[in-house]
């Protein structure tokens, strides 16, 4: 039997939440080392202590945040994968929902770049084993449709994601333009993809 969620439980959900999307936000803004958990309560309307009631510290929160987006990843990528019906759109569903992924989360894209060091050491074994997953979800879908060994398969799908994870970096007006950003995106990741050596 399950307990039923509160509205307590609701409401300390939500603000959990708001209190990691600020926390990206920040730390894509100024860096791991440039924000305080000061900065973090004021985001979001509530004094630094009062973060603690949701999360160990700046360190935890960062954690939360990268542990998140990557089991987030490896679960909409499992989803799109499981639902497509040919090895073609096996490739082309995991690449509309990566690029969707990153124009999306820009943020957190980010963050992971510029701090993915600062985790704790649980907290970046648990990253690195959900890259992992993903990364080989994608050579599996790959495998279908390139005739490549292994290595290759892997070097094919780190460089796509290299290609989309890019943008964060490289737009500005991405989240504007998302449809137009993500039909280019998506051609350019699956030409990348196939491309033949």
């Not at 926390?23 to 894509?28: I, N, V």
């Not at 989803?79 to 957190?108: K, M, Q």
């Not at 490549?148 to 796509?160: F, I, K, N, P, Y």
Request: with cysteine; glycine share 6%; hydrophobic share 45%.
């Amino acid at each position: 039997m399950t307990t039923p969620i509160t509205a307590r439980d609701r409401a300390k959900a939500e603000r959990s939440g708001a209190i990691l999307r600020a926390t990206a936000h920040l730390f894509a803004e100024r860096g791991y080392n440039g924000v305080s958990l000061e900065d973090i309560g004021a985001a979001v309307g509530v004094s630094g202590p009062a973060v603690y009631r949701h999360f160990a510290g700046k360190q935890a929160l960062l954690g939360a945040v990268l542990v998140e987006v990557s089991r987030d990843l490896v679960d909409g990528g499992s989803r799109v994968s499981a639902s497509a019906t040919t090895p073609d759109e096996r490739v082309r569903a995991l690449i509309a929902f990566h690029v969707d992924f990153a124009l999306r989360h820009a943020d957190v894209i980010r963050v992971h770049d510029s701090d993915v060091a600062h985790l704790a050491p649980g907290d970046h074994s648990e990253v690195r084993r959900l890259q992992r997953a993903y990364i080989e979800l994608w050579m599996d879908a790959l495998a279908a449709v390139v005739d490549a060994e292994t290595d290759e398969l892997r070097l094919r799908v780190q460089a796509c994601f290299g290609l989309i994870n890019s943008t964060p970096h490289s737009t500005t007006s991405a989240a504007r333009r998302h449809s137009a950003t993500a039909t280019v995106l998506a051609a350019m990741a699956e030409s990348a993809l196939r491309a033949a050596i």
